[in-house]
């Protein structure tokens, strides 16, 4: 079953402007990561936000972690069309020891058009 | 620079007939996955690998293959049992299976098609 479920399932905005996508997860977790995809690509890490942090910058992404409400945003400021990809979050299913398998969301699909 | 390598980028199978896919990766990793990815779908995990011959069933393991008899290869092989194949076929690696927070790594996967 999906662990993370992202929020909307395909945006389109214009180059300059942001984007917004949030996550949702089902149960407590150590951290959250998002992953971003290029057509046709493999999967490329760009953040990852453990359980005590609320906010992680990385260049022009912000994630927020908020655990009471299990879920996530990212937020992609000044967007420019190489941000063209789809967006998935991640989170751990192993307890704090043991193995971790990472369970993926839908996605979100971003257009940005010049 | 390192990376993982998967081959061939796009695979075709006939009918009742066992293929497999090579993911090799040079990063010095320990642990390693197989993922299929279908359209509007999220990753689902197949098999994964821990240490060198060491693996598990992921949530999807039906109909797949795989073995770990050296640290930098994982091939998985997608036999006649699956039947329906179609899909993206993703491999990555993290460092640890069991560190809490690592990232994992991916190849650009290979597109399995049925002729």
């Known amino acids: 079953s999906q662990q993370g479920e992202e929020d909307p399932q395909a945006l389109s905005i214009q180059e300059g402007e942001n984007a917004t996508m949030n996550c949702s997860y089902k149960t407590s977790i150590n951290n959250l990561q998002w992953y971003r995809q290029n057509s046709g690509r493999g999967l490329v890490h760009l953040i990852l936000?453990?359980?005590?942090?609320r906010e992680k910058h990385s260049g022009r992404l912000r994630v927020t972690l908020d655990t009471s409400k299990k879920s996530s945003s990212l937020l992609i400021t000044a967007s420019r069309a190489a941000d063209t990809a789809s967006y998935f979050c991640a989170t751990p299913t192993g307890r704090n020891t043991g193995f971790q398998k990472l369970v993926f969301g839908t996605g979100t699909r971003l257009l940005v058009s010049p | 620079d390192g990376g993982i390598t998967q081959s061939p980028k796009y695979l075709f199978r006939k009918e009742g007939q066992n293929v497999t896919l090579s993911c090799e990766q040079n990063?010095?990793?320990?642990?390693m996955y197989w993922y299929r990815q279908d359209p509007g779908q999220g990753l689902r995990l197949i098999y994964y690998s821990q240490i060198v011959n060491d693996f598990q069933k992921g949530d999807i393991a039906e109909g797949y293959s795989v073995s770990r008899e050296k640290k930098e290869s994982f091939p998985l092989t997608v036999t006649s049992a699956q039947k329906n194949p179609t899909a993206f076929y993703l491999c990555?690696?993290?460092?640890?299976?069991?560190?809490?927070?690592?990232?994992?790594?991916f190849g650009d996967g290979t597109r399995l098609s049925i002729l």
């Open positions: 990555a690696s993290s460092l640890q299976g069991t560190a809490l927070f690592l990232p994992q790594h």
């Open positions: 936000i453990r359980s005590n942090e």
């Open positions: 990063l010095n990793h320990d642990a």
